[in-house]
């Protein structure tokens, strides 16, 4: 009789890549340690096409740039994460795609040989892909019900505190067109319903910093609801 096992919490994902390279001293050394400080680019566009990434501390977004150069951040990932899976499937991203940090981040890299090499070898690869691919779907189906059903002030309103909750800091350090890009409008219609914060006393805005001052009144307006992590 087979006994059953209870899933894995996410929290053991990084405990339990760290003990690839005692058990398979070939995976230790073919991996590469990578040190991102926040703010920078943790793997390109084509880095990404070449090689497989797990996050091991920290959290960083993957961010699409379009042809017009429009930019949205398409997913948020934290420690226990495997990012940059084309190298192992193969697959072509129609968006330029870049993880950028948003904590300091300790990152293992794998060129596309030894991925596909690692996987097969190693199960808890495969099911960490898995769960970051589950991750990331939630968080797409939660901003398209977030563009179906809710006008832009709340959507607005919910971007910012989304953004609270990633710098863990009522200062919010964002530009009116990075948060126009995110929610796909114009940044003269951000402007003006900031304003409308602004005179609500929900908000102070500065140059590049938006202070969130009333937390309580864009929860209410946005129904905002914390994004699950990847």
């Known amino acids: 009789m087979t006994e059953k096992t209870s899933p894995l919490p996410a ?5 339990l890549f760290a003990q690839l ?17 926040p703010g ?9 096409d070449e090689h497989l990434y797990i996050l091991m501390s920290g959290r960083l977004q993957l961010v ?19 990012f940059g899976e084309g190298a192992v499937l193969h697959m072509d991203t129609p968006l330029s795609l870049c993880a950028q940090a948003i904590d300091p981040c300790v990152i293992w890299q794998l060129n596309a040989e030894q991925a596909t090499t690692f996987t097969r070898q190693h199960p808890i690869l495969g099911l960490g892909m898995l769960r970051t691919f589950g991750r990331r779907l939630a968080q797409v189906e939660n901003r398209l019900e977030d ?3 809710k006008r832009l002030p709340e959507r607005l309103a ?6 609270r909750d990633l710098a863990n800091n009522d200062q919010v350090r964002v530009s009116h067109q990075a948060l126009a890009d ?12 900031l304003r409308d914060f602004k005179k609500e006393k929900w908000v102070e805005l500065g140059y590049r ?15 905002y609801q914390p994004e699950p992590i990847a």
């Open 158 to 163: 919910g971007e910012l505190l989304r953004r």
């Open 147 to 149: 563009v179906a059903y």
């Open 40 to 48: 920078e680019c943790a793997a390109a566009p084509e880095a990404l």
């Open 11 to 15: 929290d053991d994902m990084p405990q």
């Open 209 to 223: 910093r938006i202070t969130i001052k009333d937390p309580q009144a864009l929860s209410e307006l946005s129904n």
């Open 182 to 193: 995110s929610l796909g409008t114009y940044r003269e219609t951000i402007s003006a319903i």
């Open 64 to 82: 699409a740039t379009s042809k017009e150069g429009r930019s949205i951040v398409t997913a948020t990932l934290g420690p226990g994460s495997i």
């Open 21 to 37: 390279p005692h058990e398979d001293p070939a995976f230790g050394r073919a991996v590469k340690i990578l040190r991102v400080a």
